[in-house]
């Protein structure tokens, strides 16, 4: 158990060049948060957990989701990461930690980042698209007590943890990123670090197609020329299901990837997914 890595997401507040909070925002019949945390549950064998300010109202998360108060306001995203990790002592060591707003986030690139977490590190801080992403990080649950610090310091800005004696970073470049096989096919151009930070952004961003994805349907549900794999276009496990003519019931179960099962419509896809639709009745 102590090895666990969690997800964790900072849901952050109203914001206000978007004029509403983006945890809340659309994303192909889902919202950008269920999305994130749907993303972290296929990437992560740890708990899930989600950073919001003190009351803020969050859509609707699965059941296994915890959910904790940042418990200062206006200091910024390490106060939210210092929270985050805090709330996972004892429960998990490493975590891969980020906002809510990164709609094109693959597991491929959490996978990737947090398989270079070795044990002589504390951060895995991708240095891609131009930028530090200190919000699409790996980090050691121990560091609580030293981004505590620096927060009540007024040292508030994730540089600050980063350049520490105490916080063993690694800076991984895209080129590093990309020498993983699995995420250079699966996101060439690292767009998991697209955030949506205006409203232009987010349109752009919901204006491109969802995930291609491979779709399949098996036994009772193979007949009337429903054989053989298709290739469609979806966000979720529900829209791969509409795409090939079924809706996702009672009646009817998911294999995701071969392994993952589900009958949640919400479960995001990425690209590259294979799904496979069978009968849940007996005999189906």
């Known amino acids: 158990m102590g090895y666990r890595t969690a997800g964790v997401v900072l849901a952050g507040g109203r914001s206000s060049r978007m004029g ?42 699965p059941a296994q989701v915890d959910i904790i108060e940042d418990p200062e306001r206006g200091l910024g ?10 709330a996972l002592a004892g429960r998990a060591q490493t975590a891969f930690v980020c906002s809510t707003d990164l709609p094109f986030l693959h597991p491929a690139f959490v996978r990737r980042v947090l398989s270079v977490l070795t ?56 080129a590093a990123l990309l020498e993983d096989p699995v ?22 961003a919901r204006s491109q197609p969802a995930p291609q994805v491979t779709v399949q ?36 179960i998911a294999a995701l990837n071969g392994d993952q099962i589900s009958r949640d419509g919400d479960v995001p896809l990425a690209s590259g997914d294979t799904v496979a639709f069978l009968s849940a009745d007996a005999g189906g």
């Open 20 to 61: 509403r909070p983006k945890a809340d925002l659309e994303w192909h019949g889902s919202t950008l948060l269920r999305r994130t945390l749907g993303v972290l549950a296929r990437s992560v064998d740890g708990p899930l957990l989600v950073v919001r300010a003190a009351g803020q109202p969050l859509p609707q998360l």
């Open 77 to 86: 995203p390490l106060q939210g990461v210092a929270a985050g990790l805090a």
């Open 119 to 174: 044990d002589d590190l504390d951060v895995v801080l991708p240095v891609a698209r131009g930028y530090p992403q200190p919000l699409a990080a790996a980090y050691r649950v121990s560091l609580a007590p030293l981004v505590t610090e620096l927060v009540a310091a007024g040292d508030r800005r994730p540089a600050f943890l980063f350049r520490h004696e105490r916080c063993r970073t690694l800076r991984i470049d895209d």
């Open 183 to 204: 995420l250079a096919a699966a996101d060439p151009l690292l767009d998991s670090l697209v955030n949506v930070n205006s409203p232009d952004d987010y349109r752009a």
């Open 217 to 252: 349907r098996y036994g009772a549900m193979a007949g009337n020329g429903h054989r053989g794999p298709r290739t469609v276009r979806a966000a979720t496990l529900s829209g791969a299901a509409e795409a090939v003519g079924l809706i996702l019931d009672r009646h009817v």
